[in-house]
C-alpha cells in the first residue's frame, strides 16, 4: 500500500547539536516530496519541497533535505538545532499524475533541551 | 504574505448540533482544503476544492459536508457532531499546479461533549 512513514515519534537533542528526522516512502514512482513544520499553538509552514533535480534540497530556517530514490528516503537534517526549533516535524507527499492532495505521515515531536 | 484565517480557535460543542468550521483566504487561491490533525495520526484529508462549488471527497468525508459558494471561503459542516470528531481542524489554501505549496491556517480544535 502506498504510505509516508516517519519512524520516530519523539526525539529530543540539546541545543546546538545535529538533527535529522527521517521518512520514507512507499510510492511505485518517486511523488513529490516536502517537509512541514508546526510550532505549538500554530498552523502548519513549509520548510522544503522536492520535485526533481539536485537530490540536495535547501529549505528555510537552515534546514535541509536529501532525496535518496534508492532508499525511497527524503530526510530532514539541520547542523546545529536551535531551541525555537522545538515543534512537530511532518514529511508529506503527493503522488506523481494526481491532484494536489498531500498525504502526511504521522509527525515526529522534537524536543530541544538547553 | 498569505493569510489563511479560521472562524475560531476553539469550539466547543454538544452531541448532535450542527457546527460550522470557516475557512478564509486572501491569495486567490483556487485549490482549498479541510484536514483534521490527531496525535498519532498526522493529518488526514477530509475534503477538498478546487474551484467554487466544486469539491471532492478525502480519506475521511464520513460524518462531515463542505461549501464553497466564494473563492476565499471554504466552510466545513459537521451535520450532527459526536464525540468522536473532537479533534483539531486545519484548513489550507495552495494554486492550483500540482503539489503547490499549501498555506495553513492556525487551526480550530473543537471539543464535542
Known amino acids: 500500500a502506498q504510505s509516508v512513514t516517519q519512524p520516530d515519534i519523539h526525539i529530543t537533542v540539546s541545543e546546538g547539536a545535529s538533527l535529522e528526522l527521517r521518512c520514507n516512502y512507499s510510492?511505485?514512482?518517486?511523488?513529490?516530496l516536502f517537509w512541514y513544520v508546526q510550532s505549538p499553538g500554530q498552523g502548519l509552514q513549509l520548510l522544503l519541497k522536492?520535485?526533481?533535480?539536485?537530490?540536495l534540497v535547501q529549505g528555510i530556517k537552515g534546514f535541509e533535505a536529501e532525496f535518496k530514490r534508492s532508499q525511497s528516503s527524503f530526510n530532514l537534517r539541520k547542523p546545529s538545532v536551535h531551541w525555537s526549533d522545538a515543534a512537530e516535524y511532518f514529511c508529506?507527499?503527493?503522488?506523481?499524475?494526481?491532484?494536489?492532495?498531500?498525504?502526511f505521515g504521522t509527525g515526529t515531536r522534537l524536543q530541544v533541551t538547553l | 504574505d498569505v493569510k489563511v484565517t479560521q472562524s475560531s480557535r476553539y469550539l466547543v460543542k454538544r452531541t448532535g448540533e450542527k457546527v460550522f468550521l470557516e475557512c478564509v483566504q486572501d491569495?486567490?487561491?483556487?485549490?482549498m482544503f479541510w484536514y483534521r490533525q490527531d496525535p498519532g495520526l498526522g493529518l488526514r484529508l477530509i475534503y477538498f476544492?478546487?474551484?467554487?462549488?466544486?469539491?471532492e471527497k478525502g480519506d475521511i468525508p464520513e460524518g462531515y459536508s463542505v461549501s464553497r459558494e466564494k473563492k476565499e471561503r471554504f466552510s466545513l459542516i459537521l451535520e450532527s457532531a459526536s464525540t468522536n470528531q473532537t479533534s483539531m481542524y486545519l484548513c489550507?489554501?495552495?494554486?492550483?499546479?500540482?503539489?503547490?505549496?499549501?498555506?495553513f491556517g492556525p487551526g480550530t480544535r473543537l471539543t464535542v461533549l
Open positions: 510510492y511505485g514512482a518517486t511523488p513529490y
Open positions: 508529506a507527499v503527493v503522488p506523481t499524475g494526481t491532484a494536489s492532495k498531500l498525504t
Open positions: 476544492s478546487y474551484d467554487v462549488k466544486m469539491k
Open positions: 522536492y520535485f526533481s533535480g539536485d537530490t
Open positions: 491569495m486567490d487561491h483556487e485549490n
Open positions: 489550507a489554501s495552495s494554486f492550483p499546479a500540482t503539489a503547490d505549496t499549501q498555506y
